[in-house]
T-cell receptor, first 112, second 116 residues
Framework: KQEVTQIPAALSVPEGENLVLNCSFT??????LQWFRQDPGKGLTSLLL?????REQTSGRLNASLDKSSGRSTLYIAASQPGDSATYLC???????????FGAGTRLTVKP | DAGVIQSPRHEVTEMGQEVTLRCKPI?????LFWYRQTMMRGLELLIY????????DSGMPEDRFSAKMPNASFSTLKIQPSEPRDSAVYFC??????????????FGAGSRLTVL
């Protein structure tokens, strides 16, 4: 069974820092990997989707990388802002089906 | 498009009562998912549908939970009878799947259920 782990569970940084969130998964036979953002009391917003054939995706200050063979993905946030404060979740779709598995998330706080 | 619409946003009920959560997916999406989120267990997939057909309900905790999708624009998740341990936020999500194409999930805002 696919297990998704995110480290750290919580992270607090001063505004302006660059930071990296980590995601690992136990079964490298994935179809794609998605990073989501969740604000308190809200639903999830998709940030980036990386297909298994891709190495990275970029959107603005966000860059997500994927190393399928080692079962790892990172989300890089450049020049962090207080508005980036949220919980970030990664999720993998194993083997082409729709059964997306989520990590527990990293709770990010960016202090002004 | 208004996105994935869930109702009610909040529900407080007493143990033993029936609870029905509703979801309207994005028009044109052909896959629908029900997730449950708690502090202890994180986000768990309960069941998903492709083209209105339930594909995998192995995440449904027990027989008290049931889900239906009578048409492409509506789904329900029912709990009968409800118990305090069912208290959680229930999310509905939808996506468009074509063959083995990309599955960008769009989530609803969630239904926060409290069972007293």
């Amino acid at each position: 069974k696919q297990e998704v782990t995110q480290i750290p569970a919580a992270l607090s940084v001063p505004e302006g820092e660059n930071l990296v969130l980590n995601c690992s998964f136990t079964d490298s036979a994935i179809y794609n990997l998605q990073w989501f953002r969740q604000d308190p009391g809200k639903g999830l917003t998709s940030l980036l989707l990386i297909q298994s054939s891709q190495r990275e995706q970029t959107s603005g200050r966000l860059n997500a990388s994927l190393d399928k063979s080692s079962g790892r993905s990172t989300l890089y946030i450049a020049a962090s802002q207080p508005g980036d404060s949220a919980t970030y979740l990664c999720a993998v779709t194993p083997g082409g089906n729709n059964d997306m598995r989520f990590g527990a998330g990293t709770r990010l706080t960016v202090k002004p | 498009d208004a996105g994935v619409i869930q109702s009610p946003r909040h529900e407080v009920t007493e143990m033993g009562q029936e609870v029905t959560l509703r979801c309207k997916p994005i028009s044109g999406h052909n896959s629908l998912f029900w997730y449950r989120q708690t502090m202890m267990r994180g986000l768990e997939l309960l069941i998903y549908f492709n083209n209105n057909v339930p594909i995998d309900d192995s995440g449904m905790p027990e027989d008290r939970f049931s889900a239906k999708m009578p048409n492409a624009s509506f789904s329900t998740l029912k709990i009968q009878p409800s118990e305090p341990r069912d208290s959680a936020v229930y999310f509905c999500a939808s996506s468009f799947r074509q063959g083995v194409g990309a599955n960008v999930l769009t989530f609803g805002a969630g239904s926060r259920l409290t069972v007293l």
